[in-house]
């Protein structure tokens, strides 16, 4: 009796933002272990999602999927709807989705640009206002914003992405100051080099050339973020913060 009351005490309603792929997947795998109620956010990867909802049931722990393009606000608006009909809060945000493209500062559309903007950032703008009233009134929340080592040092060939990220610990740093009185921590993840599937264009050799720039002498996981994110969602008195997970890439 006891150890499930402490269960139900510690199990969070989590949103994962571009939960089907590479970190987002893993992230609501990990949580989901955990015991949390999550709801997986995709747009276009709706077999992948299900396979994870599908993966999860196998093992006995149950997820939410939910289709929306976080890149506009009235999808958003649902998403949110939908996560507070079926659990009543929001304790967790993940900010998670977004797109990325490599092209040369000046080859870069317009089209490219909004694009980026609108994917990468304006999508963390729109779920954390959605998000927000909810935790506001029950003076405790969470927000993660995955970031990206770019958004720290710049990407050559990634400016419009680069912007886009730093934007993203901007907002994790003001909006910490703003929400601290709230019982409301805000905080960024950078990842640097990690094996996912929107690195797929990176070739064995080049993975091996890169390996000698980071100091660990390895590329990074999906796990070493999703670990990142458990800590967060565990902590206290964190926030404000763009931690880099890079192992060592840049210090």
């Not at 795998?29 to 276009?44: E, I, P, S, T």
């Not at 980026?116 to 009233?133: A, D, G, H, K, R």
């Not at 040092?153 to 680069?162: D, F, I, K, M, N």
């Not at 100091?215 to 999906?222: A, W, Y």
Request: net charge neutral.
């Amino acid at each position: 009796m006891e150890e499930n009351k402490e269960k139900n005490i510690m199990c969070k309603t989590i949103i994962v933002t571009g939960g089907s792929k590479g970190i987002g997947a893993e992230i609501v795998r990990q949580l989901a272990k955990q015991g949390h109620q999550v709801v997986l956010n995709y747009n276009h990867s709706e077999t992948e999602a299900k396979q994870i909802k599908t993966e999860l049931e196998q093992k006995k722990k149950q997820i939410e999927i939910f289709k929306a393009d976080v890149s506009r606000r009235e999808e958003v608006k649902k998403l949110v709807e939908f996560t507070l009909e079926k659990y009543g809060t929001i304790d967790v945000l993940i900010n998670n989705a977004g797109i990325a493209q490599t092209k040369l500062f000046t080859d870069i559309t317009d089209e490219d640009w909004n694009k980026m903007i609108q994917n990468n950032l304006n999508s963390v703008f729109y779920c954390t206002q959605e998000t927000l009233p909810t935790m506001l009134h029950n003076k405790k929340g969470c927000i993660i914003n995955i970031s990206s080592i770019w958004g720290v040092t710049g990407g050559a060939c990634e400016v419009h992405y680069s912007v886009a990220k730093a934007g993203i610990d901007g907002m994790t740093k003001a909006l910490a100051k703003e929400l601290g009185l709230s019982n409301i921590r805000v905080n960024s993840i950078a990842p640097g080099a990690i094996d996912t599937p929107i690195n797929k264009g990176v070739t064995k050799e080049e993975w091996e050339e890169l390996k000698k720039e980071i100091p660990l002498n390895e590329i990074g996981k999906v796990e070493d973020i999703a670990k990142c994110v458990k800590w967060l969602i565990e902590d206290n008195y964190t926030t404000g913060q763009v931690i880099s997970i890079n192992g060592g890439w840049y210090i």
